[in-house]
Each structure stands twice: as C-alpha cells, then as structure tokens.
T-cell receptor, first 112, second 118 residues
C-alpha cells in the first residue's frame, strides 16, 4: 500500500532551468512533508520540509509547495545545477507517528 | 562530529546464513530508525528504537528479523536464515533524544548497508 507516490521515475532538465518534482499522497492524516536527496552509495539527506499549516516553504533555490485539497506537493529547484543530479524522495508523516512514508523517488539529471 | 555510521557497507551472505547490520547514531542521538529499500522501491520503515527499548516495530517482518539498541554499543539489525528476497539496502537513521521525528530537519541517515544474498 503505497501511501506516497512519485509517478515520474526520472526527469531531465537543462542547467539553469527549473526542475519540478511531484509527489502525491493518499492519507489525509499526514501533517508533515519532507524532501530528501540521495546520491548513489550514500544515505538520503534532508533537503526541505513543510508543515500542513503552510502551502509554501522556500530555502534558497528550493521551494516546496503543498496543495492539501489535492493531496499533492511539489519541489521546485531554480535555477537547476548539475550538482542537483540525484534521486529525490518525497516523505510524509503523521503528527503522532514515528515513521516517514517514502515515495519511490525521482531521478533528476541536470544537463550542463 | 561523525554522522550516523553503518557497517559493513556491503555484506554478502549465502541463503540460510545470518546477517548482522550495525548502526551507531550521531553523537547525542538516542533514537534509531531502520529502513529498508528494495530494488525499484522507496524506503520502507522497519523499526524505531530508543536505548534498550523497541518503540515501534510495525514495519518488521514477523519472522527472522530482530533489532536491538543496547545501553552500550550500536544498534543491531539481525536477519536470520536470509533468503534472496532480503537483498536490499538497509538504512539506519537517528534523531535527538527529545523524542520522535522532527519536521524541521527530518532524520540523519547513514550511508546504508547493501545486503546481497546469493
């Protein structure tokens, strides 16, 4: 039962352009959402988060948007850089929970 | 300030053998989480432990898998009588002692142990 879904397994973007990674979830009890970035042979590293009381959170080149009614969130990276090439995981949690529910990841390639 | 340390990085076991995966949390972190990533899948929660206590093991397979986090030493994920389907990347994460997961910075993950069962 995949409660967090990333339907695009891969995405290619030209350097300097915007990367938009999408994530959908099914459980309305999720309160917190995070994006993790993962390079090969490394563990995921935290990138940015958003609480369900907000619809946008920005950190430098990274912005996460949350649409609760659509149960959808997205990560925008602008401008994209070659070093952003990695697998990006969306994750969600419940306020009272002990775990994150992860999507299957989107592999981003930024072409120089 | 060392991060979450996992060892070994790679582990090869024959079917029926035991696998022991170790995780040392970040300094000052007393909460440990184990996740498994099967090929072509996202990370799946397995177990959440505090020192000497299993808090949530809802993601652990019912048989052959066990986890501990003793008062001294690393957390251990133990898989008995491994089968080919156990081949995966196993990630450990830790968080500070104030409890639970944090939306502000998530967990800190280790680099994982890649288990291959032949």
């Amino acid at each position: 039962d995949q409660q967090v879904k990333q339907n695009s397994p891969s995405l290619s973007v030209q350097e300097g352009r915007i990367s938009i990674l999408n994530c959908d979830y099914t459980n309305s009890m999720f309160d917190y959402f995070l994006w993790y970035k993962k390079y090969p042979a490394e563990g995921p590293t935290f990138l940015i988060s958003i609480s369900s009381i907000k619809d946008k959170n920005e950190d430098g080149r990274f912005t996460v948007f949350l649409n609760k009614s659509a149960k959808h969130l997205s990560l925008h990276i602008v401008p994209s850089q070659p070093g952003d090439s990695a697998v990006y995981f969306c994750a969600a949690s419940k306020n009272t929970g002990n775990q994150f529910y992860f999507g299957t990841g989107t592999s981003l390639t930024v072409i120089p | 300030n060392a991060g979450v340390m996992q060892n070994p990085r790679h582990l090869v076991r024959r079917r029926g053998q035991e696998a022991r995966l170790r995780c040392s949390p970040m300094k000052g972190h007393s909460h440990v989480y184990w996740y498994r990533q099967l090929p072509e899948e996202g990370l799946k929660f397995m177990v959440y432990l505090q020192k000497e206590n299993i808090i949530d093991e809802s993601g652990m397979p019912k048989e052959r898998f066990s986890a501990e986090f003793p008062k001294e030493g690393p957390s251990i994920l133990r898989i008995q009588q491994v089968v080919r389907g156990d081949s995966a990347a196993y990630f450990c994460a830790s968080s500070p002692g104030q409890g639970g997961i944090s939306v502000d910075y998530g967990y800190t993950f280790g680099s994982g142990t890649r288990l291959t069962v032949v």
